[in-house]
């Protein structure tokens, strides 16, 4: 009685002497009233109750597993900028290393000549003296200037890779085009080279990288191999007579009417020095 008096918002104690007439009217038009709202509230769901819990305890869930997505995100995030910044790091590493054994690579094999690596931009155009910049027409500077560590270089995602620029011993280069077959495998050579020694490794193999060599590129070829025999074993695959010569260890394979039969042949340094 207490709990309805007070949603009914009337006084729990008895009325001496009952209600009055206009109390009695006021009653009577506040329960028809309720009586038209429960009418229009319809069939009545016995079991909303548990169903509104259930709906608040899976929106709850919801919520929590939100709240760990969004942990999760923000730990990948964290996780991805971490693995840019050691990308871009590495990367930096590698291309210094890269770029200093090029110039290094290119004194060996062009005699008075030079040659770089730089990093190439959106907003570089027309690089001069550039190896593979077959729409390079003229010589004005880049939008990067003739400092590589100007606005473009300072906008990582404007890199697009790596550009070699080389000049032979009195030629001024522009394009790759311009190059002979020799001189563009010795360029090929000077990169690979440099990539090489940047990121050692025990061996490499080289599948004709000296076939469009002359005797006098051979040699300096050959004399690359020699001064970096140490810190690496060279695999050359070659048709060239030089470079079988200065080979310390010869495999060859000969092919017979009737099939392939390998011949082997070896010749040790010692061998070679007593011959």
Known sequence: ????????????????????????????QRIERLARRREQLGPVNPLAQEEYREAVEHVEELERQREDLETALRELEKLIRDTDRQIRDSFERTFAAAAQNFEEVVDKLFPGGRGRLRLVHARDEAPARTLGAQDADDDEPT???????????????????????????????????????GEKSMTALAFLFAVFLARPCPFYILDEVEAALDDLNIDRFLDLLRSYSERAQFIVVTH???????????????????????????RLPEERAAA
């Open 1 to 28: 009685m207490v709990a309805l008096s007070e949603r009914l918002e009337l006084d729990p104690k008895p009325i001496a002497g009952g209600l009055e007439e206009e109390q009695r009217e006021a009653l009577r």
């Open 143 to 181: 939008a990067a200037g003739e400092d590589d560590h100007g606005p473009a270089a300072e906008d990582e995602d404007d890199v697009l890779g790596v550009e070699i620029e080389i000049t032979p011993a009195g030629k001024e280069m522009k394009r790759l085009s311009l190059l002979s077959g």
């Open 240 to 266: 060239q007579k030089r470079t079988m010569e200065a080979a310390d260890c010869l495999y060859g394979v000969s092919m017979g009417s009737d099939g392939i039969s390998k011949v082997i042949s070896r």
